[in-house]
């Protein structure tokens, strides 16, 4: 394993002191797992949706683009370049094909009818982020993958090539394409697909750089001071990608909330905030829509610009603000 100052020998560390969940929290899940909470799927299918095919058959060279395919997978055009996030095509966030949270909707995309992808960003390996199914169809196209410390191992150890795949530390930068360059940052979070391997892998977001425009990715994160670091060292970015949705009081140490991605968007010294991790799986206890409910309260409280596409959209991204309300439909 690479040397870091934030891996002890044995696991990796957050940033900040971190309790994925407190003294008793499972006791009192397991409690809360009996009780009714309404309204946490859809109260009926939304969808279908779809990509415009031929708006994505092109990558402007200097405009910034965000096509949201569900929860944390994004297609990101960046100053002519591609990148997508956690892909994931998995009907379920789980090791099991009939157990575990299945997606509200489809990827609006299909695998077989991909666009053009210049590369990969994978920030962890739980199972709503890293789709084994996915990667092996990216990579068999010759996709590179940029990742952190140790999940390089796990693609290896499925068959992807290693010339494919780029492992960071935090704070790492690669320059890509000539005129870009991708900055690995700290998450407060961990990581780990099964019973006996949490913290063997690192977490992390990315930062984007283009000639034009600066994208901030935060895939999973609990909030901490360390995004007022990140948009002093790497920012001001025209849009901030931050999770809504998953919360629960027992593990807000792992998962930020609306409030709390409202704050780390103004930290990051981010133009615009556009939500993530929300609105397709049931992972938590709260309503489906009540992320982007609560959101949309907080960012006009903190004067922050939101921009909220329905899936599928591939969104310009310019200083508007923009709000389909595609959720309401489906309330």
Same mark, same amino acid.
């Given at each position: 394993?690479?040397?870091?100052?934030?891996?002890?020998?044995?696991?990796?560390?957050?940033?900040?002191?971190?309790?994925?969940?407190?003294?008793?929290?499972?006791?009192?899940?397991?409690?809360?797992?009996?009780?009714?909470?309404?309204?946490?799927?859809?109260?009926?299918?939304?969808?279908?949706?779809?990509?415009?095919?031929?708006?994505?058959?092109?990558?402007?060279?200097? +405009?910034?683009?965000?096509?949201?395919?569900?929860?944390?997978?994004?297609?990101?055009?960046?100053?002519?370049?591609?990148?997508?996030?956690?892909?994931?095509?998995?009907?379920?966030?789980?090791?099991?094909?009939?157990?575990?949270?299945?997606? *509200?909707?489809?990827?609006?995309?299909?695998?077989?009818?991909?666009?053009?992808?210049? +590369?990969?960003?994978?920030?962890?390996?739980?199972?709503?982020?890293?789709?084994?199914?996915?990667?092996?169809?990216? &990579?068999?196209?010759?996709?590179?993958?940029?990742?952190?410390?140790?999940?390089?191992?796990?693609?290896?150890?499925?068959?992807?090539?290693?010339?494919?795949?780029?492992?960071?530390?935090?704070?790492? +930068?690669?320059?890509?394409?000539?005129?870009? &360059?991708?900055?690995?940052?700290?998450?407060?979070?961990?990581?780990?697909?099964?019973?006996?391997?949490? @913290?063997?892998?690192?977490?992390?977001?990315?930062?984007?750089?283009?000639?034009?425009?600066?994208? *901030?990715?935060?895939?999973?994160?609990?909030?901490?001071?360390? *995004?007022?670091?990140?948009?002093?060292?790497?920012?001001? *970015?025209?849009?901030?990608?931050?999770?809504?949705?998953?919360?629960?009081?027992?593990?807000?140490?792992?998962?930020?909330?609306?409030?709390?991605?409202?704050?780390?968007?103004?930290?990051?010294?981010?133009?615009?905030?556009?939500?993530?991790?929300?609105?397709? @799986?049931?992972?938590?206890?709260?309503?489906?829509?009540?992320?982007?409910?609560?959101?949309?309260?907080?960012?006009?409280?903190?004067?922050?610009?939101?921009?909220?596409?329905?899936?599928?959209?591939? &969104?310009?991204?310019?200083?508007?603000?923009?709000?389909?309300?595609?959720?309401?439909?489906?309330?």
């Amino acid at each position: 394993m690479q040397v870091t100052d934030h891996f002890n020998g044995k696991i990796f560390l957050n940033p900040v002191p971190t309790e994925v969940m407190g003294k008793g929290a499972i006791w009192r899940l397991l409690g809360k797992a009996f009780q009714k909470h309404p309204h946490r799927e859809p109260a009926k299918s939304p969808g279908p949706f779809s990509v415009d095919h031929d708006a994505l058959r092109t990558i402007p060279d200097s +405009a910034l683009r965000v096509t949201w395919l569900g929860h944390s997978s994004l297609l990101i055009d960046v100053d002519g370049k591609r990148f997508l996030t956690d892909p994931l095509w998995y009907q379920r966030a789980s090791p099991f094909r009939y157990l575990g949270p299945r997606r *509200f909707f489809p990827n609006p995309l299909s695998l077989e009818a991909l666009p053009h992808i210049d +590369a990969v960003l994978l920030s962890h390996d739980h199972y709503d982020h890293l789709d084994r199914k996915s990667i092996l169809h990216l &990579t068999q196209k010759n996709i590179p993958v940029i990742t952190m410390l140790g999940v390089g191992k796990r693609l290896l150890q499925w068959g992807i090539s290693p010339g494919l795949v780029t492992e960071l530390d935090w704070w790492d +930068a690669v320059p890509f394409g000539g005129e870009h &360059t991708i900055t690995a940052a700290p998450a407060r979070h961990f990581s780990g697909r099964g019973l006996t391997d949490r @913290f063997s892998t690192l977490w992390g977001s990315f930062a984007i750089k283009g000639p034009l425009h600066r994208v *901030f990715y935060g895939a999973d994160s609990g909030y901490f001071n360390g *995004f007022v670091t990140i948009g002093e060292n790497l920012g001001p *970015f025209d849009l901030a990608l931050l999770e809504i949705g998953a919360y629960n009081e027992e593990w807000e140490a792992i998962h930020m909330g609306p409030e709390n991605a409202v704050q780390a968007a103004l930290d990051l010294k981010a133009a615009q905030l556009m939500p993530i991790h929300w609105g397709t @799986f049931n992972l938590a206890m709260h309503p489906w829509t009540e992320p982007v409910e609560r959101l949309l309260d907080a960012a006009a409280k903190k004067d922050v610009s939101l921009v909220l596409p329905a899936p599928g959209d591939t &969104t310009p991204i310019t200083g508007n603000s923009h709000n389909s309300g595609w959720w309401k439909k489906y309330h």
